[in-house]
């Protein structure tokens, strides 16, 4: 016998991220055997679901200004115009209305923008209910090169792994 998973369906209305509940962390191989891991503030994010209770519509917002890798030179790093340039690009977003139900939760195809560039990223999400708000966990994999983030592959792995950890309140 194959067992199923069931994704929930989510109350209609708009949510709306608690920043101070929320995180992002990322993971990517550094010299090509290594891995570092980090975290970006989550700022803002919205999810707008339909009268029957799937997602339409999904806005996030990250501080990669704020990045924490746990190595503060590599974060200054990180910061310069040939990597994130991260004066002038602040902020990651990502911007989703094309929802699909899957046996794995819900994925969404957007776009998402970071240095001044786009690409198109999916990001699978499973919604859980508790109480008054959604936890929602979020994962994908950002390909830098598509963003023109460039460095030596060995320097810093192509794929990057994001999971995004949200909780969210009705508006």
Request: aromatic share 6%; glycine share 8%; net charge neutral.
């Amino acid at each position: 016998m194959t067992a199923t998973r069931t994704v929930p369906l989510v109350d209609t209305g708009t949510w709306v991220v608690d920043p101070a509940r929320s995180t992002a962390t990322f993971t990517v191989s550094n010299f090509g055997v290594r891995a570092v891991r980090g975290s970006v503030p989550v700022l803002a994010g919205t999810v707008d679901v339909a009268e029957d209770g799937r997602p339409r519509r999904l806005r996030a917002e990250l501080d990669l200004s704020a990045i924490d890798t746990g190595n503060r030179r590599r974060d200054a790093d990180l910061r310069k115009t040939d990597l994130l340039d991260l004066d002038a690009y602040p902020v990651l977003t990502y911007d989703a209305d094309d929802f699909e139900l899957g046996p794995q939760g819900w994925s969404a195809r957007g776009s998402l923008r970071v240095r001044g560039v786009s690409c198109q990223s999916a990001v699978l999400g499973v919604p859980a209910a508790t109480g008054e708000s959604l936890h929602l966990v979020g994962t994908t994999v950002i390909d830098r090169i598509a963003l023109g983030v460039r460095a030596p592959r060995l320097l810093i792995g192509r794929y990057v792994s994001v999971v995004v950890d949200a909780w969210l309140d009705p508006a």
